[in-house]
């Protein structure tokens, strides 16, 4: 079944305090460039992606909007660090309904739109050695 095979990384994010404070980090100490910046009221996060000089890297920052987002939690619970990695697959429906079968424990049960216009689905760390894992389909015009 090799449209359930993760075609790569699509990118890498961290939980942080100050969105501004670890752009600057980012982008003035290791040199990578702001790529986007995104505002998910739903989710409670401001997002900025980094990308890499190669281009082939991503880092996404999330700062919690307020005390009710999971990003506040998180950080009030482990501090800043690791949040989460993005596989990048195709057909994330298929992916999900696979995942399902296995008895996966998904977050979200269905896909749905996620920062950049892109189709995610987060499946919980409980089943993925402790990490929370994002599924992103990119629409084809940015792959
Ligand atoms: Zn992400």
Same mark, same amino acid.
């Given at each position: 079944m090799s449209e359930s095979k993760v075609r790569k990384i699509n990118h890498i994010a961290l939980a942080v305090n100050s969105l501004? *404070?670890?752009e600057n980090l980012y982008v003035n100490v290791l040199g990578f460039e702001v790529e986007h910046r995104e505002v998910i009221e739903d989710? %409670?996060? #401001?997002?900025?992606? !980094? !990308?890499?000089?190669? %281009? *082939?890297?991503?880092? *996404? !920052? !999330? *700062?919690?909007?307020?005390g009710s987002s999971p990003i506040s939690e998180f950080l009030l619970k482990r501090g800043e660090g690791i949040h989460h990695i993005c596989f990048e697959v195709e057909n994330i429906e298929n992916y999900l309904e696979h995942m399902k079968l296995l008895d996966i424990e998904l977050i979200d049960e269905s896909?749905?739109? %996620?920062?950049?216009?892109?189709?995610?689905?987060?499946?919980?760390? #409980?089943?993925?050695? %402790?990490v929370l894992v994002e599924l992103a389909e990119i629409p084809k015009e940015k792959t």
């Open positions: 501004s *404070e670890a989710q %409670g996060v #401001k997002t900025s992606m !980094l !990308l890499s000089r190669e %281009g *082939e890297t991503s880092i *996404e !920052l !999330l *700062e919690p909007l307020d896909p749905r739109i %996620g920062a950049y216009g892109a189709t995610v689905a987060f499946i919980h760390p #409980k089943s993925m050695n %402790g």
